[in-house]
């Protein structure tokens, strides 16, 4: 069977550094391994309107920011199928047709699903559209059969969703037409769950704690410099905790051990500066202009593509546009089949039509 990756993201903003450890800097590495048949990058617009559907602007504006953070961070239109959801309508028959393998008991205990709902406050007037997300997750990612899915930890849930799907769509019609996906974690801890400068448990456009792609310089430094630490370190000789200090959370995401040699020659590693931070005797100050050099060589490349892309946005538009042909014709595929295996190919059976013609001839 061929490996096939499909991944992607919500155009509510520009992408953020959370995002890049958890999965862009991944994407490039799996792109560029070639290990997969094919990839797919979903700009996931139609999901976004579930909670957006008041503010279609927002996600119509956002849609070329994500794109130029994609090419920006070295996804490669040759090698990678980048696509915007809402224009492969092949992905709305696909979720109409899975919805009647799911209960909505089922969806209620969906552990994701009932978190986003707490953290948009749906609780009492739930869009549908929303709380059915993961059947329509399950739709992109069995239509363009991926084999292979890179999810956070947070999104487990929904793979496990899409799998029972699969499963009960070959348990119903008696074929096995789908991909039952696999999913494929961050390979580095720290990079599961990058938390806001704030100290805050997630990354949020919404809480502003990110850390932007796109942020120039300055600003990186100034957000670095306002990171939350540990709040007991109040003198630098003062003992100082690592864990749930945001500073090495994010050294753990990016730092290497030849940043050391070149940016902060004190210590040899990362576990060296940790123990003299425990111990005490090392500022907070100076950790942070350690992460501000690191940070800074991370996403430099990173703005320089992105500063040449943002002169064709035509030409960004342009890749959008041949990547969703091309999607959409994979998913035509598989939705072609999902319809035989439901005897719903009414005017491509010409058996049926012969033994209907046959039936009445007889009467």
């Given at each position: 069977?061929?490996?096939?990756?499909?991944?992607?993201?919500?155009?509510?903003?520009?992408?953020?550094?959370?995002?890049?450890?958890?999965?862009?800097?991944?994407?490039?590495?799996?792109?560029?391994?070639?290990?997969?048949?094919?990839?797919?990058?979903?700009?996931?617009?139609?999901?976004?309107?579930?909670?957006?559907?008041?503010?279609?602007?927002?996600?119509?504006?956002?849609?070329?920011?994500?794109?130029?953070?994609?090419?920006?961070?070295?996804?490669?239109?040759?090698?990678?199928?980048?696509?915007?959801?809402?224009?492969?309508?092949?992905?709305?028959?696909?979720?109409?047709?899975?919805?009647?393998?799911?209960?909505?008991?089922?969806?209620?205990?969906?552990?994701?699903?009932?978190?986003?709902?707490?953290?948009?406050?749906?609780e009492t007037s739930?869009?549908?559209?929303?709380?059915?997300?993961?059947?329509?997750?399950?739709?992109?990612?069995?239509?363009?059969?991926?084999?292979?899915?890179?999810?956070?930890?947070?999104?487990?849930?929904?793979?496990?969703?899409?799998?029972?799907?699969?499963?009960?769509?070959?348990?119903?019609?008696?074929?096995e037409v789908l991909?039952?996906?696999?999913?494929?974690?961050?390979?580095?801890?720290?990079?599961?769950?990058?938390?806001?400068?704030?100290?805050?448990?997630?990354?949020s456009k919404s809480?502003?704690?990110?850390?932007?792609?796109?942020?120039?310089?300055?600003?990186?430094?100034?957000?670095?410099?306002?990171?939350?630490?540990?709040?007991?370190?109040?003198?630098?000789?003062?003992?100082?905790?690592?864990?749930?200090?945001?500073?090495?959370?994010?050294?753990?995401?990016?730092?290497?051990?030849?940043?050391?040699?070149?940016?902060?020659?004190?210590?040899?590693?990362?576990?060296?500066?940790?123990?003299?931070?425990?111990?005490?005797?090392?500022?907070?100050?100076?950790?942070?202009?350690?992460?501000?050099?690191?940070?800074?060589?991370?996403?430099?490349?990173?703005?320089?593509?992105?500063?040449?892309?943002?002169?064709?946005?035509?030409?960004?538009?342009?890749?959008?546009?041949?990547?969703?042909?091309?999607?959409?014709?994979?998913?035509?595929?598989?939705?072609?089949?999902?319809?035989?295996?439901?005897?719903?190919?009414?005017?491509?059976?010409?058996?049926?039509?012969?033994?209907?013609?046959?039936?009445?001839?007889?009467?």
């Amino acid at each position: 069977m061929s490996k096939i990756i499909l991944t992607g993201d919500r155009p509510t903003g520009r992408l953020h550094v959370g995002h890049y450890v958890g999965s862009l800097r991944r994407r490039v590495e799996l792109q560029n391994s070639g290990e997969y048949e094919k990839i797919f990058i979903m700009i996931a617009d139609a999901q976004a309107l579930t909670d957006n559907f008041d503010n279609p602007e927002k996600v119509r504006q956002n849609i070329v920011e994500v794109a130029l953070d994609y090419l920006s961070v070295g996804l490669d239109p040759t090698r990678s199928t980048l696509f915007v959801q809402s224009q492969i309508p092949e992905l709305t028959e696909l979720t109409f047709y899975y919805m009647n393998l799911v209960t909505v008991s089922r969806l209620q205990r969906n552990p994701t699903v009932k978190s986003e709902i707490q953290l948009r406050n749906f609780e009492t007037s739930i869009p549908v559209g929303f709380f059915c997300y993961p059947i329509s997750q399950a739709a992109d990612i069995t239509a363009f059969r991926a084999t292979t899915v890179p999810v956070g930890e947070d999104q487990l849930p929904m793979i496990e969703q899409t799998r029972e799907i699969v499963r009960r769509f070959h348990a119903v019609y008696g074929t096995e037409v789908l991909v039952e996906p696999e999913v494929l974690l961050p390979n580095n801890q720290a990079c599961l769950r990058l938390p806001g400068i704030d100290g805050k448990a997630k990354m949020s456009k919404s809480l502003g704690n990110c850390i932007y792609l796109s942020d120039n310089p300055e600003e990186i430094r100034k957000k670095i410099m306002s990171m939350y630490t540990d709040p007991l370190h109040l003198q630098v000789s003062d003992p100082g905790h690592v864990e749930g200090n945001t500073v090495f959370t994010y050294l753990d995401a990016f730092c290497k051990p030849e940043h050391f040699r070149q940016y902060c020659p004190d210590y040899s590693c990362l576990d060296e500066m940790k123990n003299h931070y425990r111990r005490g005797g090392l500022g907070d100050v100076k950790i942070k202009k350690f992460l501000n050099a690191v940070l800074q060589e991370e996403l430099e490349p990173i703005r320089a593509r992105r500063t040449v892309w943002e002169k064709d946005i035509a030409g960004v538009y342009e890749i959008l546009k041949a990547g969703s042909s091309a999607a959409r014709q994979a998913a035509a595929e598989t939705l072609d089949e999902v319809k035989r295996a439901m005897k719903i190919n009414y005017f491509e059976d010409t058996s049926l039509i012969r033994e209907q013609a046959a039936r009445y001839e007889n009467t």
